[in-house]
């Protein structure tokens, strides 16, 4: 059974920097499409980066040269590295898996709640 | 970057209704769409990807339908457990979503 668990959410200042963890089981990270999608109440549902299977990166342009999306084989893990965050990066970011187009997405985790506040 | 535009926002409809909710690209992503349902405090679970293809384990009554700039949700009998909110999403160039058909059962 594919499973997906998201971790390191939490309160962040303006300007700070976070890193979301997402281990996966049931499946190798490695070999597939790989998404951050976030949802806030003023924004909707956001999709925020995926990843492939040749390790190319996309990134949303309101994220774009601040959100870094990479993965470890070993440890079968997903990662966002934020920085320069900012009030309206505040959401529920959910990891998922691709399906059979790559950026439709067939697996989601459970989300992790980031605020960004001072 | 494309913009998916729901419609309608809200839907009200009786158990056993035909139900059809209608996403709009601003400009062709040919097949590239899929459809999810949200339930209150949960994830997304895809339901449709490519525009008509049925994901596995998702009931028969939902069927996609579209093309181009002009896609279809249909649930052909309206089940209480369908009562969510529903979201299309593209993916021809990078991707985003509309924003959403909360659906409540009479």
């Known amino acids: 059974e594919v499973q997906l668990v998201e971790s390191g959410g939490g309160l962040v200042q303006p300007g700070g920097s976070l890193r979301l963890s997402c281990a996966a089981s049931?499946?190798?990270?490695?070999?597939?499409?790989m998404s951050w999608v976030r949802q806030s109440p003023r924004k909707g549902l956001e999709w925020v980066s995926l990843?492939?299977?040749?390790?190319?990166?996309y990134y949303a342009d309101s994220v774009k040269g601040r959100f870094t999306i990479s993965r470890d084989k070993s440890k079968n893990t997903l990662y966002l590295q934020m920085s320069s965050l900012r009030g309206e990066d505040t959401a529920v970011y959910y990891c998922?898996?691709?399906?059979?187009?790559?950026?439709?997405?067939?697996?989601w985790g459970q989300g992790t709640l980031v605020t960004v506040s001072s | 970057e494309i913009q998916m535009t729901q419609s309608p926002s809200t839907l009200s409809a009786s158990v056993g209704d035909r139900v059809t909710i209608t996403c709009r690209a601003s400009?062709?992503?040919?097949?590239?769409l899929a459809w999810y349902q949200q339930k209150p405090g949960k994830a997304p679970n895809l339901l449709i990807y490519k525009a008509s293809s049925l994901e596995s384990g998702v009931p028969s009554r939902f069927s996609g339908s579209g093309a181009g700039t002009e896609f279809t949700l249909t649930i052909s009998s309206l089940q209480p457990d369908d009562s969510a909110t529903y979201y299309c999403?593209?993916?021809?160039?990078?991707?985003?979503f509309g924003q959403g058909t909360k659906l409540e059962i009479k």
């Open positions: 990843i492939n299977n040749d390790d190319n990166t």
């Open positions: 999403q593209q993916y021809k160039s990078y991707s985003s």
């Open positions: 998922a898996s691709g399906g059979s187009g790559g950026w439709d997405l067939k697996s």
């Open positions: 400009q062709s992503i040919i097949s590239w």
């Open positions: 049931g499946f190798t990270v490695s070999g597939n499409y």
